[in-house]
């Protein structure tokens, strides 16, 4: 069993930025691949970004540009680096790891407003 803990979202204004953070309960090294996914109220939950084992990485195309996805072994934790954010980015935000079976985070919500 994996734990994943999100952390660090919150209330930023229009072109901010904030970093969350998704720590894992044991090695994510051998983690076959691990994303960042998103559900705004009403609306489905959507991939906002992925990065493999390799550190290939994948991006939905709203977020290309602005978001930078990364994963250190060392310490176990996943990154998502969100910049000129925008009030359509408002949503919970899910970590997600594969490592057999899929894991998921309890979520952090990152609400975009002046």
């Known amino acids: 069993q994996v734990q994943l803990v999100e952390s660090g979202g919150g209330l930023v204004q229009p072109g901010g930025s904030l970093r969350l953070s998704c720590a894992a309960s044991?090695?994510?090294?051998?983690?076959?691949?691990m994303g960042w996914y998103r559900q705004a109220p009403g609306k489905q939950r959507e991939l906002v970004a992925s990065i493999t084992s390799g550190s290939s990485t994948r991006y939905a195309d709203s977020v290309k540009g602005r978001f930078t996805i990364s994963r250190d072994n060392t310490k176990n934790t996943l990154y998502l680096q969100m910049n000129d954010l925008k009030p359509e980015d408002t949503a919970v935000y899910y970590c997600?790891?594969?490592?057999?079976?899929?894991?998921w985070g309890q979520g952090t919500q990152v609400t975009v407003s002046s």
């Open positions: 997600n790891g594969q490592y057999g079976s899929t894991y």
């Open positions: 044991r090695s994510i090294f051998r983690f076959d691949a």
